[in-house]
Structure formats: structure tokens, C-alpha cells
């Protein structure tokens, strides 16, 4: 079957046609493609088409698609079963794993999803500090958890709707947005609130905007305040923990939060969640604690294989020093091809994520990342998907380099995007 005969038939069954928003090309345009198999950094869809991913399931795959460690570890843990609602020994080697690598964290909780860790997170500080108020920062997207989609990025960003329908606002009202990379209002909303204030979770470097990178200074201050008001500091890195470097985003800032939330990576490709922390805080959790948290599928035995597989893999020496390599090789040579056709366009990297904005300057918080030109990313993009290069089909979308991406593939790139680049340039031309 084709692409467009499966989004059809899609959509008479599941809400969009699409079970995650930002899939159904809704930002760009068009219909989504259908993908059949990955190997290493390529998609095929239905049609046999093949592509270079930069999306890579949005983040865990780091190794690239279906890397044969990851696949016999999996292959491994199924011929034993694939659930048993019970302990097991993978899921206490996969703890062992988060405690050592992110010194932060001293216990940590298994879930299954990204929101899922943040949700619990949340209400796990609500219980410790006996608060109700939380600040997020917009843009920052942590989950579909009704307190957290107040003013939150990508997917909402994406449709226009910064808030999601179905919210109460009593729980809205808990929640105070603030800008990203402000000091000033974190200072003035404490000043105000201290308090009364649970805890600040943020993404220390932002995702679901585009790429945004904190001021250093940024960071400290949450962490200075947090300790100074007695809230708790949660660093959502379910998509930095173990991309940026191999201790996540905490690491390379220094800062050390109270309170991590994991997703991606730690599953290899599978669905798993985790969210970690100080031992005093931890142990608040139901069973030792009064704050309930439970799961059918946590620590699930198979997505726990993939997770040790992918951890063990990413601890080579000079694997991030690579990474990072090849994500600042094509934000270069996308530079210089827009460069070359007048095409307002910048672009930064760090670790293994890369952002590409359609304007002179990097964005530093959502206001100005929602300056770029979103017309003429979507030109960008399916110029680029019609050469086979598959990028995030949403303008405030990060992109993934990965261990599979070869010099060669991202030449590749560079060279269609001189033909993408000279697309937008003509369009805009004869406008």
C-alpha cells in the first residue's frame, strides 16, 4: 500500500490518523510517510523509499536503527518472556547503571514514559516541600500530565494551542510559566511565591522549542533559589539524559538538581521512563513512602534489555567526542549552503542534538524562537524529504545525530540541502 491510502485509512480509526501529534504533518504540510524498517541512520516507508534520519524516533536511538547489540539483547530477554508484573534482576541493573553514571541520582523509580516520570516527579516534590506551586518555563514541554501543559512547546506549539482543552484550571493555576533563560522573572515570581513554590522543572537544555541552550547562569540561579526557598530543582532531561553526554546536561553545566526525570535512551528504542533523585526524597515513594506511584509494565524486562544494551555501548571511549563531531560537521555545511543562496538561517549543536533556525540569530527562549520563518522551514523540509533526508516535520523540533550517521550520509545532506536552500531562495524570489 501506499503512504497516502495508509493515512487514509488511518484516519477513519485513530484521531488524526496519527498516536502523537507532531506526526501527522500538521506544521508542514502534506501527508505523513509510513515507515516499514530502519537500519542504522535509514528509514524505509512502504513505498521502499529510503531516507536519512535526523529524528530517530525523536532521541533514543543514538546508536542509530536496529543496532545488533541492541537487537540480541532484545531478542534475548523475549525468548525468556515478555512481562512478568514481577522484580527482576535487568530492572536492578538498570537502576545500578542511572545511579552511577548521573551521581545525582542516589535511588530511582522505573515507569514506562516520559510523562510518566514527570507526572510522578511533580507530585512526588508536592508531597516532600507540602506545596502546591510549580514553575515551568515556556516552551518547555515535560509530558501531557494536566499540570504541566500550561504554555508548553513542540506538539502545541505546533497546532497553536499553548494550553490543552480538558485542563482544569484550578490545576492550571498552579502552575506559574515563566520565560526561558529569564533570571529576572525566576527572581521576581520567588521573591512573590517562595514560599509556596513545590518546584521548578525545567529542561535544562530546552528541545520542544527548537535547540535553546540555557545561560549557565540560568541554571545556577534555579538551583541557588531552590535551595534557598527549600523547593526542589527537577532537571527533565527524558531527552538530554545520556544525548548530550553520558551524565546528561547536568554534567556538562555542573548544576546538580534534586530531582532527574529519564526517558529514551534508557530504553534503547523501547518505552521506558525513570525518574530519580536524593534518597530522602525518594524514599517517599509508596511502598516506603505515602506518595503512590505503580505501573503494570515498569521495568519491563525486554525495554529493560534495550536500555542495558544501549548504556553499555555509549560508554566506549570518545563516542560523544564522535557525536558531537558530526553534529557540528553538518550544522556547518548547512550554514555555509544557505550562506550561499541568501537564505536567513542559523544553526547549533550540542552533544548529539542540533537545532536549525530560519533566522539570523539562535533563539534563547520561545519569543524569539517563534520569530523564525516557519514558511520557509516547511519549504526546507519537504525539499529535503523529497531528496530523501527526513527531518522533524515541526519548526521547534530538535534533530538527533547518530552513532550510524557516517561522514558520507551527512555529505549527503549538506549537498541536497544546497538544492533545498536554492528552492526556498527561487520561491521567495518570484513572491
Known amino acids: 500500500?501506499?503512504?497516502?491510502?495508509?493515512?487514509?485509512?488511518?484516519?477513519?480509526?485513530?484521531?488524526?490518523?496519527?498516536?502523537?501529534?507532531?506526526?501527522?504533518?500538521?506544521?508542514?504540510?502534506?501527508?505523513?510517510?509510513?515507515?516499514?524498517?530502519?537500519?542504522?541512520?535509514?528509514?524505509?516507508?512502504?513505498?521502499?523509499?529510503?531516507?536519512?534520519?535526523?529524528?530517530?524516533?525523536?532521541?533514543?536511538?543514538?546508536?542509530?536503527?536496529?543496532?545488533?547489540?541492541?537487537?540480541?539483547?532484545?531478542?534475548?530477554?523475549?525468548?525468556?518472556?515478555?512481562?512478568?508484573?514481577?522484580?527482576?534482576e535487568g530492572e536492578l541493573r538498570l537502576a545500578e547503571e542511572i545511579c552511577r553514571l548521573i551521581p545525582s541520582v542516589e535511588m530511582v523509580r522505573l515507569?514506562?514514559?516520559?510523562?510518566?516520570?514527570?507526572?510522578?516527579?511533580?507530585?512526588?516534590?508536592?508531597?516532600?516541600?507540602?506545596?502546591?506551586?510549580?514553575?515551568?518555563?515556556?516552551?518547555?514541554?515535560?509530558?501531557?500530565?494536566?499540570?504541566?501543559?500550561?504554555?508548553?512547546?513542540?506538539?502545541?506549539?505546533?497546532?497553536?494551542?499553548?494550553?490543552?482543552?480538558?485542563?482544569?484550571?484550578?490545576?492550571a493555576q498552579l502552575t506559574l510559566p515563566l520565560p526561558y533563560n529569564n533570571i529576572d522573572a525566576v527572581i521576581s515570581t520567588f521573591n512573590a511565591y517562595g514560599n509556596d513554590i513545590a518546584a521548578i522543572i525545567v529542561e535544562p537544555i530546552a528541545g520542544n522549542m527548537n535547540l535553546v541552550i540555557p545561560d549557565p547562569q540560568f541554571l545556577q540561579t534555579l538551583r541557588n533559589l531552590s535551595t534557598q526557598y527549600g523547593s526542589i530543582l527537577i532537571f527533565d532531561e527524558v531527552m538530554t539524559g545520556f544525548r548530550v553526554a553520558l551524565g546528561g546536561a547536568q554534567y556538562k553545566f555542573g548544576i546538580k538538581p534534586d530531582l532527574t526525570t529519564l526517558g529514551k535512551i534508557i530504553g534503547g528504542g523501547?518505552?521506558?521512563?525513570?525518574?530519580?533523585?536524593?534518597?530522602?526524597?525518594m524514599k517517599n515513594l509508596a511502598p516506603e513512602g505515602s506518595v503512590y506511584q505503580a505501573g503494570t509494565l515498569s521495568g519491563n524486562p525486554v525495554a529493560v534489555a534495550a536500555g542495558l544494551a544501549t548504556l553499555g555501548k555509549i560508554q566506549s571511549p570518545g563516542f560523544y567526542e564522535k557525536l558531537h563531531t558530526k553534529a557540528e560537521l553538518l550544522i556547518h555545511g548547512l550554514i555555509d549552503a544557505a550562506s550561499v543562496y541568501g537564505v536567513p538561517f542559523s544553526a547549533q549543536s550540542v552533544g548529539g542534538m542540533f537545532g536549525l533556525y530560519f533566522r539570523e540569530e539562535i533563539p534563547t527562549c520561545l519569543e524569539e524562537a517563534k520569530t523564525a520563518d516557519s514558511i520557509a522551514f516547511?519549504?526546507?523540509?519537504?525539499?529535503?524529504?523529497?531528496?530523501?533526508?527526513?527531518?522533524?516535520?515541526?519548526?521547534?523540533?530538535?534533530?538527533?545525530?547518530?552513532?550510524a550517521h557516517t561522514e558520507n550520509d551527512i555529505k549527503t545532506t549538506i549537498e541536497k540541502s544546497e538544492l533545498a536552500f536554492s528552492t526556498i531562495n527561487h520561491t521567495s524570489a518570484k513572491e
Open 1 to 88: 500500500m501506499t503512504n497516502q491510502e495508509l493515512f487514509n485509512q488511518s484516519r477513519h480509526l485513530i484521531p488524526g490518523g496519527v498516536n502523537s501529534p507532531v506526526r501527522a504533518f500538521g506544521a508542514v504540510g502534506g501527508n505523513p510517510i509510513f515507515i516499514e524498517r530502519g537500519d542504522g541512520c535509514k528509514i524505509i516507508d512502504v513505498e521502499g523509499n529510503s531516507y536519512i534520519d535526523y529524528v530517530g524516533s525523536w532521541g533514543p536511538l543514538i546508536l542509530g536503527h536496529n543496532d545488533p547489540d541492541v537487537r540480541i539483547a532484545v531478542l534475548n530477554a523475549i525468548n525468556k518472556g515478555l512481562s512478568f508484573g514481577t522484580p527482576t
Open 111 to 171: 515507569v514506562s514514559s516520559g510523562t510518566e516520570a514527570t507526572m510522578s516527579a511533580i507530585r512526588l516534590a508536592r508531597a516532600y516541600t507540602k506545596r502546591d506551586l510549580i514553575i515551568k518555563f515556556e516552551g518547555c514541554y515535560h509530558g501531557h500530565a494536566d499540570s504541566l501543559l500550561v504554555k508548553s512547546g513542540s506538539g502545541a506549539l505546533t497546532f497553536g494551542q499553548p494550553t490543552s482543552a480538558g485542563v482544569p484550571k484550578s490545576i
Open 270 to 281: 523501547l518505552p521506558v521512563g525513570a525518574f530519580g533523585g536524593r534518597s530522602d526524597i
Open 378 to 403: 516547511n519549504r526546507f523540509f519537504h525539499a529535503m524529504l523529497s531528496h530523501n533526508v527526513y527531518l522533524a516535520p515541526s519548526a521547534y523540533e530538535a534533530g538527533f545525530m547518530s552513532a
